[in-house]
């Protein structure tokens, strides 16, 4: 090996290092729930509904043997239906996923069906994520609330047919005035939309709500979809401790810095090796 290969080897090898240090970012568990139990009592709370209705059910799985099964009935008084988690705790950056599929829903154009809700100490809105259609086709959008109260609207991003991912990243502004805050909607994995410089550092996520919120539903509207896989967790960055797996990845990188040192002196120094 030439002290050019060697050299090259080690400056790539201390890269790896470097980035793999500095992009500890821990990811901690505030909620999640696969709906296996059946039913569900590992939520807080539950608003089963009426014409709205909501149950657990393996019809609805979309992972594992059960999911969250939600119908809408025929027509009359909508009113929400959710299973609804306390856990959140005024997170000032909070990040949920969940599963949907929409099955055999309809919703008529200029109609918004919220499915995902987070709240803040007083269980007022600070995002939701919702269902409208246009031309046939079901899309996503979410709202995002300021200190204001103000609404911005995501536009919205076809759905499609089966199965999809859905992930929000919420993160408050981190002052007043600093107007840094920030919220990404995610569909299957990649980003389909983002709300920047939000004036939100008085607003938290307290709890949770998934399921359906009728607040311009017109009777047209039914069908059932199914929800299922709800995850939630908190980022703390710059975590001061990495994980057994980091530990493996630092201590291979070290080898492969100190044998590479190694190979450099041998190869600056050959007679001593004769
Ligand atoms: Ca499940
Ligand atoms: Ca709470
Ligand atoms: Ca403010």
């Not at 306390?86 to 055999?104: K, Q, R, V, W």
């Not at 899309?139 to 995002?144: E, Q, R, Y």
């Not at 759905?159 to 859905?166: K, P, R």
């Not at 797996?245 to 004769?274: C, D, K, Q, Y």
């Amino acid at each position: 090996m030439t002290n050019h290969t060697v050299f090259r080897q080690l400056i790539v090898s201390l890269f790896f290092v470097i980035f793999s240090v500095s992009s500890f970012a821990a990811r901690e568990t505030i909620f999640s729930d696969n709906f296996e139990s059946g039913d569900t009592t590992v939520w807080n709370s539950t608003v089963f509904g009426g014409v709205i209705s909501l149950s657990v059910n393996n019809a609805a799985a979309i992972n594992g043997a059960f999911g969250m099964n939600v119908t809408i009935g025929s027509p009359g008084a909508f009113s929400q239906v959710f299973v609804q988690s306390d856990s959140p705790l005024t997170e000032t950056n909070y990040h949920a996923s969940f599963l949907i599929d929409t099955n055999i829903l309809s919703v008529p154009n200029g109609d918004v069906l919220g499915i995902l809700r987070g709240l803040d100490v007083s269980d007022n809105r600070v995002f939701d994520v919702a269902l409208t259609s246009s031309s046939g086709q079901l899309n996503l959008i979410a709202h995002v609330l300021d200190d204001a109260d103000a609404v911005n609207t995501t536009s919205p991003v076809v759905l499609g047919s089966g199965s999809h991912t859905v992930e929000v990243k919420w993160e408050a502004a981190t002052s007043d005035g600093g107007n840094d805050g920030r919220f990404r909607l995610l569909l299957d994995g990649s980003l389909v939309a983002t709300v920047s410089n939000l004036n939100n550092d008085l607003d938290t996520i307290d709890d949770v709500r998934l399921g359906a919120f009728p607040d311009s539903l017109s009777s047209a509207a039914g069908g059932d979809y199914y929800l299922d896989l709800f995850d939630s967790w908190r980022e703390v960055p710059d975590e001061v401790i990495p994980s057994l797996s980091e530990w493996g990845m630092i201590l291979m990188l070290l080898l492969i810095v100190g044998s590479a040192f190694f190979t450099l002196r041998r190869n600056s120094n050959p007679v001593s090796h004769i």
